[in-house]
């Protein structure tokens, strides 16, 4: 399938549609997805017939505003590992980047991207290929991020202002309703607004282990959805040697089933190179682990496979311009 959705998150759509009392079994057969497969964590169905189903139940519900409803219908497995890497980041942002970077595992026909003024932080939401009159699930889309919005920051949280690219419905007011702040209709883009200090907020449901794990998860299943796509499978094969302290481009090569010079080979075609990606990995996972405090400067070096702290040590001032001590209290001179 050249578009597809992971098969989970259709539930959202079939718990929606079950309550304005429309039975969903026969438009999923209609558009010919297998209903079973919501039920597999890794299995994905063909786009443009999933939005076939939103179509017809838009037309069944006859509610141009029923896809805000989709907010109260969604589950963290409905988005595989991203759904609780999402909840156990440190704060909003993490949870909003790791969306833009890993939405492809949900969808591949959405992108979403993060755009950062001086006091505002947006994701704005880009829903390709659908049919202009089908506007409930760029609805839906917002409502379900708002409503992950809430549930790490409270059912109090209300983000700065919404804008959707469609013209305003005549139930408008259910929008003011639900996202409870000024609603921009006729929009040139799909984008939720958040307030630079709320999304830095540290969370409490924050567990940077946690999020790891489900990092890896999330990299792994990048690197099988598209097995094509060297970069993703050397970055989970890398995340995966890491601990262990002798990953290098030999090993890499090896769980790939290729020899050094042709993953060099690949690297270069892709413009990057072994070791700019293990650089990138460690100061990713560096930057996460050492804002969680319970984490010694000791233990984070050997998970990033250093065997001395001062060699992690030398080699994170030298990505970031700053030691790991500094760029910890940094961080808690942030949080307080």
């Known amino acids: 399938m050249t578009n597809s959705v992971i098969a989970p998150s259709a539930s959202i759509i079939w718990r929606l549609a079950t309550t304005y009392r429309i039975d969903p079994a026969?438009?999923?057969a209609q558009a010919g997805l297998n209903v079973s497969m919501q039920n597999d964590p890794n299995a994905r169905y063909d786009a443009d017939a999933l939005n076939r189903v939103w179509q017809q139940?838009?037309?069944?519900?006859?509610?141009?505003?029923?896809?805000i409803r989709a907010g109260d219908h969604w589950h963290p497995s409905d988005l595989h590992a991203l759904g609780y890497a999402w909840l156990s980041s440190r704060n909003l942002r993490s949870s909003i980047e790791r969306l833009c970077r890993y939405a492809r595992i949900v969808t591949d026909v959405d992108d979403f991207t993060l755009v950062e003024t001086d006091s505002t932080v947006s994701l704005v939401v880009t829903n390709h290929g659908l049919p202009e009159d089908v506007v409930w699930i760029a609805d839906?889309?917002?409502?379900?991020?708002?409503?992950?919005?809430?549930?790490?920051?409270?059912?109090?949280?209300n983000p700065e202002s919404v804008s959707f690219i469609h013209s305003q419905p005549e139930c408008a007011s259910d929008y003011?309703?639900?996202?409870?702040?000024?609603?921009?209709?006729?929009?040139?883009?799909?984008?939720?607004?958040f307030a630079t200090a709320t999304v830095d907020t540290?969370?409490?449901?924050?567990?940077?282990?946690?999020?790891q794990v489900n990092d890896?998860?999330?990299?792994?299943?990048?690197?099988?959805?598209?097995?094509n796509d060297v970069i993703q499978r050397v970055r989970?094969?890398?995340?995966?040697?890491?601990?262990?302290?002798?990953?290098?481009d030999a090993t890499v090569a090896a769980t790939l089933n290729r020899n050094e010079r042709t993953l060099q080979r690949q690297l270069n075609n892709e413009g990057t190179t072994f070791k700019t990606l293990l650089n990138e990995i460690r100061?990713?996972?560096?930057?996460?682990?050492?804002?969680?405090?319970?984490?010694?400067?000791?233990?984070?070096?050997?998970?990033?496979?250093?065997?001395?702290?001062?060699?992690?040590?030398?080699?994170?001032?030298?990505?970031?311009?700053?030691?790991?001590?500094?760029?910890r209290q940094a961080f808690s001179g942030v949080q307080h």
């Open 26 to 28: 026969p438009l999923f």
């Open 57 to 67: 139940v838009g037309e069944l519900v006859k509610n141009p505003c029923f896809g």
């Open 140 to 157: 839906s889309s917002l409502a379900v991020i708002l409503s992950m919005c809430r549930v790490n920051l409270g059912e109090d949280f």
């Open 176 to 193: 003011y309703e639900y996202f409870r702040c000024p609603v921009v209709f006729n929009a040139v883009d799909n984008r939720i607004n």
């Open 202 to 211: 540290p969370l409490t449901g924050a567990n940077a282990m946690l999020a």
């Open 216 to 227: 890896r998860i999330m990299i792994d299943y990048l690197a099988k959805l598209n097995k």
């Open 236 to 248: 989970a094969a890398i995340i995966e040697q890491l601990p262990s302290g002798h990953v290098t």
């Open 283 to 327: 100061t990713e996972l560096a930057s996460m682990y050492i804002q969680d405090s319970q984490l010694s400067l000791t233990e984070i070096s050997f998970m990033l496979g250093f065997s001395e702290i001062s060699s992690f040590s030398r080699a994170f001032k030298r990505w970031t311009g700053t030691s790991p001590s500094q760029y």
